[in-house]
């Protein structure tokens, strides 16, 4: 029964709000000591994303993957990276197309269910044989991405990866981008559809023949945003369509390596539909932990070290035998 009924984590007191769980790391957060070597991966269809290295030079791999315009430049990316780099392994901060500070060449770019780019690497990994073992890791849209991809891999998943853990992930994307919609959530909005919007403007020559770009600068929530622009770009019928075959909740049943998931009860980014304890209760591979805090990719309860808990869950759950 991987269902972790009691988590460890607590916030300090005056870390208890939700939404200062959720911002204070993203605007005051700093993490040292990470110096990234950055690796251009060319795509099979001719575009690139850019992999960013930390490595000790060792033959276990970690692959971080950031959230919706997010970076590896991010502090909850490089806090990851800098304690996996302290326990034995190598590091990735993969950025996902368009997302390393420099335009991607189509039309194409990312979203939460696009899991074939990470595949192109892995793929490209095992083929290099450096690294024997590889662990992904990933937040919000990005670990959604990886409970879809070792999900619908199943047996098939290469034999390098060892284990997966997702934070904060939206694994029903319908109702989450409802629960965005929410008046208490209008600032995440905001910011994400202008940063989405900002990017738009800087390829409207690639784009603008596919896409309504009026009603996509009308845009206000990820419901008029994923109609008129993720949909059509990707292939995808509607928002409906597009949040249904990327939603990751219904691969977690063909999971066949140990999967951890982390969704906080107050992450005010989440649905009800997206705390699957009845999935974890019956599944051998799957395990679920819901702190009662943490926010969204929040988690701050440092260390002497400064590392939060999610680094230190992650560390934990990628070096315990299951």
Known sequence: MPLFKNSSFKAPFYFSNRHF????????????????????????DG??????????????????LHGLEGASDRPYVKGMVKIFNEHGFDAMGLNFRGCSGESNLLPETYHSGKTDDLDEVIQNLAKEGVYKSVILVGFSLGGNVIMKYVGEQGFNLNSIIKKAVAFSAPIHLETASYELAKWYNSIYMKRFMNNLKEKIK???NIVKDLV?????????????FDEN???PIHGFKGAIDYW?????????????????LVNAKDDTFLSVACYPISEANRLKNFFF????GGGHVGFVQADEKGFYWSERRALAFVLKDH
């Open 21 to 44: 769980q959720t911002i204070y790391p993203s605007l005051f957060r700093k993490v040292d000591g990470v110096e990234y070597t950055r690796e251009r991966f060319t795509l099979s």
């Open 229 to 231: 622009f993720t949909a």
């Open 212 to 224: 309504d770009l009026p009603k996509v600068y009308g845009s206000r929530s990820f419901l008029d």
């Open 289 to 292: 932990e819901s702190p009662k």
């Open 202 to 204: 800087e390829r409207e």
């Open 47 to 64: 575009d690139f994303i850019d992999l960013d290295y930390s490595k000790i030079n060792t033959d276990q791999l970690v692959i971080v």
């Open 244 to 260: 249904t075959q990327s939603s990751s909740k219904q691969f977690l049943e063909n999971i066949k390596i140990p999967t951890l």
